[in-house]
């Protein structure tokens, strides 16, 4: 038994073809557009950083035309050994341009240094 | 058909596809309002613990997950009742944009503001207020579960600016409609007991002939017909 | 977009304290990253960028940085989207130190900066304007000694300890010169990514045989300039001369401090420069970011766009190809490379690009390089190299690898953040924030 005697027409014939069909072209749009939108957002990200990367290396390459391309082509640094009369890695050298590190845990430390 | 004859019938206005839906959409909304609301607002005046505002983001969520769900679900399961009720949405003749010379005789009757004609033209499944309002609905729970998913899980695709606007946005957005759904849609849903009853009753969604024909006399002449038995 | 900054506190060094407190020794700036409680939503967003996990709070809490973990690195900083992440800057006591006629103040200006230091002022990512950046400094009362070319010196140290360690480990060799690499095994990691060089300290510590002992070009130039050039080039007390290291990164604040920084005058006492009651001075003075220094030169009404594009390289300016690329991640490795491959096979590389250690916007690049020894005849090494672009994404894979198969790569480059120094901390901030690298699938989600 029925609560009820009237009820709504049935949806093919309330929506028909055309009707359907504009709800799913509709659908259809917004989810490509949010596809595009998204994409072009993710594809974008890294756009910061490649963009100053290429500045550098556009530095690099205007070097490189005036034959500094590597460091061992800057004299400027073959002079600091020779004003201190030393050499790399070895001696005065050694004291001046290396270190060591320091293991540290998240207990407290003591002494704990690691030296060469 | 005849009106006389239809004096004392019942019609059936909400399916029970349409109740699920919206019963659930609707605990849900105000449950992840609460959550989120009291969240945001905890944080900003430094009144609310880490825990708490943890534990109730972690029911946000899962109430999200229903809440997307269940619109999904619907329009997975029930394509037909989904696109009538877009289609009554978004058909917008004469009598709708009429509506709004008046906002349905409402101002006049609650507020005593002589706004507009006494006239309410002749509306169809639903008036021009709800049709508008029901879209901006349909539009912030589409908005509101994407935007959420994101923010959840997004955080690192996005880019901060654009994080920054789909949180604001979010909030914001949740807030307003919230404010609508309050002010405006439940109290006047009150306004007939029938329609009201109709959607939330646990059992069958049907509203009396005279409701019907109050509200919506054009979807009544254009859309109703008798049940055949069979 | 703006950055809030804040001045040190009191007790940030450790001043008051023990020789410990918590994993910083006395005199190691903490809390140099800090979250604004008032202004955090709880996004959980910083959480999801962080390199080595040191935030705490869910989503919705009030996130806290905690700074045992900590790096420094900024990364937190940048892609918060609501600015609620705050730095410590010294930009005022830099302002002092210039009006101070008694002070030879010296900019020391990484690669990276003279990319991005434009975007403070109106121009775009990647605008190069080295020139007008000197004429700005020399403006505000700089001396320049630019990063640049103590890059050019840390490869020429660097390159020269590696191959020490191939000709021990790899060929077998065995003479005093190389020797002291005994100690010292492959892999060998790069070093000057102080941000890389405290997680390492703190959560792979079982690395530090393997990673080289030259400093980062900054400390280099720090311990350089106050012995070599205050000596033999500019002629002054290095008490008088303030290193100011103007860098990408907001870890350099950290490096600056650490307690062992103080070579140069360590040197200068040894060497009967200076009393041997003169009280340790750090080789870097003060740290300060791209930020920083965009911040300086406005409240010193000098904006670097409108300075002349033309400018007379000075001896302490010069540098090399190879030096500038540092700011990129497998920049370090290719400069070394490129150095390296020559001292090995006696030849320059034909090709000096070498395209395949460039970070790029991949997280991790592998690559072997065919080199032909001289002392072998021709022989090839196949030398193999990694390149970890930025430490979230890949470091932790990294380390697991040659936990396993400690002859996967001969050398490897680890830079902190994704995209290498140019994405560093302290950049000028845009709107695409920090940045996730490929592989973007399977989706970058932390929960």
């Known amino acids: 038994m029925s609560k009820y005697q009237y009820t709504e027409r049935d949806v093919p014939a309330l929506l028909g073809r055309r009707g359907f069909l504009k709800v799913i072209g509709l659908c259809a749009v917004a989810v490509v557009a949010a596809g595009a939108a998204i994409t072009k957002l993710i594809t974008s990200r890294n756009k910061v950083i490649l963009d100053r990367q290429a500045g550098l290396y556009a530095d690099d390459k205007r070097l490189q035309k005036m034959k500094l391309t590597s460091s061992h082509e800057n004299d400027v640094c073959w002079q600091v050994y020779k004003d201190m009369n030393g050499k790399p890695v070895e001696g005065e050298m050694y004291k001046l341009n290396h270190t060591h590190y320091t293991p540290r845990s998240q207990l407290a430390m003591t002494e704990a240094e690691h030296h060469v | 058909m005849s009106n006389a004859e239809m004096q004392g019938a019942r019609i059936l206005r909400f399916h029970t596809s349409d109740k699920v839906f919206h019963s659930i959409n609707a605990i849900c909304w105000y449950a992840l309002f609460f959550t989120g609301a009291i969240v945001y607002f905890g944080n900003m005046m430094g009144k609310i613990s880490d825990e708490t505002a943890n534990l109730l983001m972690v029911w946000h969520i899962w109430l999200g997950g229903l809440f997307t769900l269940n619109f999904i679900g619907y329009v997975l399961f029930a394509p037909e009742r989904f696109a009538v009720t877009m289609k009554n949405l978004l058909e917008w003749d004469k009598n709708t944009i009429l509506w709004f010379r008046n906002f349905g005789g409402y101002p006049r009757r609650f507020f005593k503001i002589p706004f507009g004609p006494v006239e309410v033209p002749p509306q169809g499944r639903y008036n021009g207020g709800q049709k508008m309002s029901y879209l901006i609905f349909i539009a912030a729970v589409v908005y509101l579960i994407v935007t959420g998913w994101l923010l959840w899980m997004g955080a690192p695709l996005l880019g901060k600016t654009v994080f920054y606007w789909l949180f604001m946005t979010h909030v914001w957005g949740s807030f307003i409609v919230t404010a609508m759904v309050t002010c405006a849609h439940i109290p006047l849903a009150l306004l007939s007991m029938e329609h009201f009853k109709g959607i939330w009753r646990i059992g069958s969604g049907d509203i009396s002939y005279e409701a019907a024909e109050h509200h919506a006399p054009t979807w009544v002449q254009r859309d109703v017909i008798k049940v055949v038995e069979k | 977009m703006n950055v809030v900054t804040f001045r040190p506190p009191q007790g940030c060094r450790g001043e008051d304290g023990p020789e410990y407190q918590g994993n910083f020794r006395k005199g190691e700036l903490r809390g140099i990253i800090k979250i604004n409680k008032d202004n955090c939503v709880g996004c959980d967003t910083c959480r999801k960028f962080c390199p080595v996990d040191a935030i705490t709070g869910g989503l919705g809490s009030i996130h806290k940085i905690r700074d045992d973990a900590c790096v420094s690195c900024g990364q937190c900083l940048s892609a918060c989207p609501f600015g609620a992440i705050e730095q410590m800057s010294f930009v005022e006591d830099v302002l002092k130190v210039l009006d101070d006629p008694k002070k030879f103040v010296v900019a020391h200006p990484s690669p990276a900066v003279r990319v991005a230091l434009a975007e403070e002022f109106g121009g775009q990512p990647g605008d190069l304007c080295t020139e007008q950046m000197l004429n700005a400094f020399e403006k505000a009362g700089f001396t320049v000694y630019d990063v640049n070319q103590t890059a050019d010196q840390t490869i020429l140290e660097e390159g020269t300890e590696f ?15 190389v020797n002291q690499m005994a100690h010292h095994p492959l892999p060998h990691f790069t070093s000057c990514c102080p941000g890389w060089v405290r997680n390492m300290e703190i959560n792979f510590a079982s690395a530090i045989p393997h990673v080289s002992t030259t400093k980062s070009p900054v400390q280099m130039g720090g311990a350089l300039a106050k012995s070599w050039a205050a000596k033999h080039i500019w002629n002054k007390d290095p008490r008088d001369v303030v290193m100011v290291a ?35 001075f750090p080789d870097i003075d003060y740290s300060l970011t791209t930020r920083d220094i965009a911040e300086l030169l406005r409240r010193k009404g000098i904006n670097p766009l409108t300075m002349p594009k033309t400018h007379e390289v000075k001896t302490m300016e010069k540098y090399t190809g190879a030096g500038t690329i540092f700011g990129c991640s497998g920049g370090v490795m290719e400069a070394a490379l490129r ?22 916007n991949n997280s991790l690049v592998e690559a072997t390089i065919p080199i032909p020894l001289k002392a072998q005849g021709g022989k090839i090494f196949e030398l193999r190299v990694a390149v ?8 932790h894979k990294v380390m697991k690898i040659i936990n396993e198969d400690k002859d996967r790569w001969h050398f490897i480059e680890v830079m902190n953040c994704p995209g290498g120094c140019v994405n560093g901390g302290g950049q000028p901030l845009q709107g695409a924030g920090s940045a996730w690298l490929a592989p973007t699938t399977p989706l970058p989600v932390k929960l």
């Open chain 3, 163 to 177: 191959i020490k360690k191939v000709r021990y480990w790899c060929l077998g060799e065995r003479s005093p010169e």
């Open chain 3, 246 to 280: 103007v860098t990408p990164c907001t870890a350099k604040i950290y490096e600056a401090s650490r307690p062992e920084f103080v070579d140069a005058w360590k040197w200068n006492v040894e060497h009967g420069y200076l009393p041997k009651d003169t009280p340790a």
């Open chain 3, 339 to 360: 150095t390296a491959y020559a001292i090995l096979s006696g030849e320059e590389l034909k090709d000096p690009d070498i395209i395949t250690v460039r970070g790029m």
């Open chain 3, 388 to 395: 970890v672009n930025g430490a979230l994404q890949d470091l």
